[in-house]
């Protein structure tokens, strides 16, 4: 089982850039495929990006292709969605997600969730 704490959410002007962390609890967070998602309010969440457990495969929603970067650093357990060029559509809580790397980087569904972190881009 592994514990996922997201961090670097805030405010920001839209065309801005924030980078977003998800620390895992230490075990083998290597061997876990993680994504990221997000809610805007009144929305159901939708799949942002993810990444394979030797991060060598990506994907991402149409939405941030291009705009959105996932990364993952596994010597530190940890995690990372680089979002340039926010837009106020952007805005929302996004939330790092692990699932079995077995199952490889997708849009399905995933087993471990974070408690999630704002992002706010105003016009």
Do not use: H
């Not at 977003?20 to 939708?46: D, I």
């Not at 939405?63 to 990364?71: H, K, N």
């Amino acid at each position: 089982q592994v514990q996922l704490v997201e961090s670097g959410g805030g405010l920001v002007q839209a065309g801005g850039s924030l980078r977003l962390s998800c620390a895992a609890s230490a075990g083998t967070f290597s061997s876990y495929a993680v994504g990221w998602f997000r809610q805007a309010p009144g929305k159901a969440r939708e799949f942002v990006a993810c990444i394979n457990w030797n991060g060598y495969s990506t994907n991402y929603a149409d939405s941030v292709e291009g705009r959105f970067t996932i990364s993952r650093d596994n010597a530190r357990n940890t995690a990372y969605l680089q979002m340039n060029s926010l837009k106020v559509e952007d805005t929302a809580v996004y939330y790092c997600a692990a699932r079995d790397g077995i199952r490889g980087c997708g849009t399905g569904s995933y087993d471990y969730w974070g408690q999630g972190t704002q992002v706010t881009v105003s016009s």
